[in-house]
């Protein structure tokens, strides 16, 4: 019933963008607590930053000044932005709401390489 699906994750190399999103169904998004968190290789789940259902914000010290979480509730979708990416922002990143029950989407890959 509940359904997060992310897209766009790829390989960049450092410094580079990418934007992921995540479009939800099978919950009411508008009032939706939503957030991305990462797991990379060999490390524990981390979340990177989240969004309430009117906008306010919160990151991760690591994605600080870099990313950008937003939503557009008419398309039911939740946003990443990743700006001047570097390879310890390798991993996956998932979708998730934020709260209880907490669903998860099944995740997109991000590598930062050279």
């Known amino acids: 019933q509940v359904q997060l699906v992310e897209s766009g994750g790829g390989l960049v190399q450092p410094g580079g963008s990418l934007r992921l999103s995540c479009v939800a169904s099978?919950?009411?998004?508008?009032?939706?607590?939503m957030g991305w968190a990462r797991q990379a290789p060999g490390q524990q789940r981390e979340s990177v930053a989240t969004?309430?259902?009117?906008?306010?914000?919160n990151y991760a010290d690591s994605a600080k000044g870099r990313f950008t979480i937003s939503r557009d509730n008419a398309k039911k979708t939740v946003f990443l932005q990743m700006n001047n990416l570097q390879p310890e922002d390798t991993g996956i990143y998932y979708c998730?709401?934020?709260?209880?029950?907490?669903?998860w989407g099944q995740g997109t890959q991000v590598t930062v390489s050279a």
């Open positions: 099978g919950i009411v998004f508008r009032t939706a607590h």
């Open positions: 998730a709401t934020v709260g209880n029950p907490r669903y």
């Open positions: 969004i309430t259902g009117i906008g306010s914000t």
